[in-house]
């Protein structure tokens, strides 16, 4: 493929991904709504690369997708595009189902109604793969693992949000025959990351010297991925996954909440040590749960790896020091998003 449509390019996980696509030298028609969480800051290395056609937009605008999609004539569109913040949905979740259900309905109609048109070899190219969480399966118990034939059962409106667009891209492909694919990853991780996520958040509280809020026990497990791992992963069932199918995206790296921010105070305490001597663990403080916060995730991607020979490249450890060195190596980024409506609030509460 040398031209993506790429709908979200300017968040975490998307620009990330287009950032990787160009460095590949393929062509990027990237569609973001800019909201709180689509940061132009982030594809400042794309300035000026005529490969990476920018344009402000909403996913559920059928006439731009479709105007789009004439003009550049892509042979993958990759949907990013979501609210994404579990403690976001809980305090306004008609956004999430707005964005997530009927914004990708849009998305759909306008992707399948320009698939159709194609001549039939470029027909049989084309593929439109959606990207999902881990959270549509639930919540486990102390064993066992998500697998793609494990049941939906979300459980905050935004996994909920998430699971009805998965059934809609399903619903596509077998109503329509457009060629879908569907990837669920677990917890992402790296540079460019929303500082409303634990590990941005932990690492800006933690310079300024902040208590460290950790949600209930800290026992709560999620499976964690590196960012620039997930985006070759992407890349990887885009090029050959079989259509229709679904792929989990896992880092093999299952972490406490509790381990992954004494992970983090460890680094800087070597990176930027307190002056009095201290060390930053002695900043964590428990905090009440969010309401319906899942105990435990954890992805088998023996599927990815069996058919289509992907790994992750980053252990968590060689992650987590990737990530604390970005942040630490670019405050003006982030600085420039806390000085706009976000300050590290709670959210959801």
Same mark, same amino acid.
Request: net charge negative.
């Given at each position: 493929?040398?031209?993506?449509?790429?709908?979200?390019?300017?968040? *975490?996980?998307?620009?990330?991904?287009?950032?990787?696509?160009?460095?590949?030298?393929?062509?990027?028609?990237?569609?973001?709504?800019?909201?709180?969480? !689509?940061?132009?800051? =982030?594809?400042?290395?794309?300035?000026?690369?005529?490969?990476?056609?920018? &344009? $402000?937009?909403?996913?559920?605008?059928?006439?731009?997708?479709?105007?789009?999609?004439?003009?550049?004539?892509?042979?993958?569109?990759?949907?990013?595009?979501?609210?994404?913040?579990?403690?976001?949905?809980?305090?306004?979740?008609?956004? *999430?189902? $707005?964005?997530?259900?009927?914004? @990708?309905?849009?998305?759909?109609?306008?992707?399948?109604?320009?698939?159709?048109?194609?001549?039939?070899? @470029?027909?049989?190219?084309?593929?439109?793969?959606?990207?999902?969480?881990?959270?549509?399966?639930?919540?486990?118990?102390? +064993?066992?693992?998500?697998?793609?034939?494990?049941?939906?059962?979300?459980?905050?409106?935004?996994?909920?949000?998430?699971?009805?667009?998965?059934?809609?891209?399903?619903?596509?492909?077998?109503?329509?025959?457009?060629?879908?694919?569907?990837?669920?990853?677990?917890?992402?991780?790296?540079?460019?990351?929303?500082?409303?996520?634990?590990?941005?958040?932990?690492?800006?509280?933690?310079?300024?010297? +902040?208590?460290? /809020?950790?949600?209930?026990?800290?026992?709560?497990?999620?499976?964690?991925?590196?960012?620039?791992?997930?985006?070759?992963?992407?890349?990887?069932?885009?090029?050959?996954?079989?259509?229709?199918?679904?792929?989990?995206?896992?880092?093999?790296?299952?972490?406490?909440?509790?381990? &992954?921010?004494? =992970?983090?105070?460890?680094?800087?305490? &070597?990176?930027?040590?307190?002056?009095?001597?201290?060390?930053?663990?002695?900043?964590? =403080?428990?905090?009440?749960?969010?309401? !319906?916060?899942?105990?435990?995730?954890?992805?088998?991607?023996?599927?990815?790896?069996? +058919?289509?020979?992907?790994?992750?490249?980053?252990?968590?450890?060689?992650?987590?020091?990737?990530?604390?060195?970005?942040?630490?190596?670019?405050? /003006?980024?982030? $600085?420039?998003?806390?000085?706009?409506?976000?300050?590290?609030?709670?959210?959801?509460?």
């Amino acid at each position: 493929m040398k031209v993506l449509l790429v709908t979200g390019g300017a968040g *975490f996980i998307g620009a990330n991904f287009v950032l990787q696509a160009l460095a590949d030298g393929l062509t990027v028609v990237n569609v973001d709504k800019l909201t709180y969480a !689509g940061n132009l800051d =982030t594809l400042e290395a794309a300035g000026g690369n005529p490969r990476h056609i920018f &344009v $402000q937009g909403d996913i559920g605008d059928r006439a731009l997708i479709s105007a789009l999609l004439a003009e550049h004539q892509p042979q993958g569109v990759v949907n990013f595009a979501a609210e994404s913040h579990v403690d976001r949905s809980i305090d306004g979740p008609a956004a *999430f189902i $707005q964005t997530n259900v009927v914004g @990708t309905l849009g998305l759909l109609e306008a992707c399948r109604d320009y698939w159709r048109g194609l001549d039939p070899a @470029t027909r049989d190219h084309f593929r439109f793969l959606h990207v999902s969480t881990d959270e549509v399966y639930g919540s486990l118990g102390a +064993e066992g693992k998500f697998r793609e034939t494990t049941p939906y059962a979300p459980n905050s409106p935004y996994s909920a949000s998430k699971a009805a667009s998965d059934h809609l891209v399903r619903a596509f492909h077998h109503t329509y025959g457009l060629p879908t694919l569907t990837t669920n990853c677990s917890n992402n991780y790296g540079p460019y990351q929303f500082p409303e996520k634990l590990i941005p958040l932990v690492i800006q509280k933690a310079l300024s010297r +902040e208590p460290l /809020p950790v949600y209930g026990d800290g026992m709560n497990v999620r499976d964690w991925l590196y960012v620039g791992d997930h985006c070759s992963a992407i890349r990887q069932v885009l090029q050959a996954g079989r259509i229709g199918e679904t792929y989990n995206v896992g880092g093999n790296a299952e972490r406490s909440n509790i381990e &992954v921010v004494k =992970t983090i105070c460890a680094l800087l305490d &070597v990176r930027r040590p307190l002056q009095d001597g201290a060390r930053h663990e002695s900043l964590i =403080t428990f905090v009440k749960d969010r309401p !319906g916060h899942d105990r435990r995730y954890a992805i088998d991607a023996g599927k990815l790896h069996c +058919e289509l020979g992907w790994q992750p490249q980053q252990s968590f450890e060689s992650g987590i020091a990737r990530t604390v060195d970005w942040y630490l190596s670019n405050q /003006p980024w982030v $600085q420039r998003i806390l000085d706009g409506s976000y300050r590290m609030e709670r959210l959801g509460v």
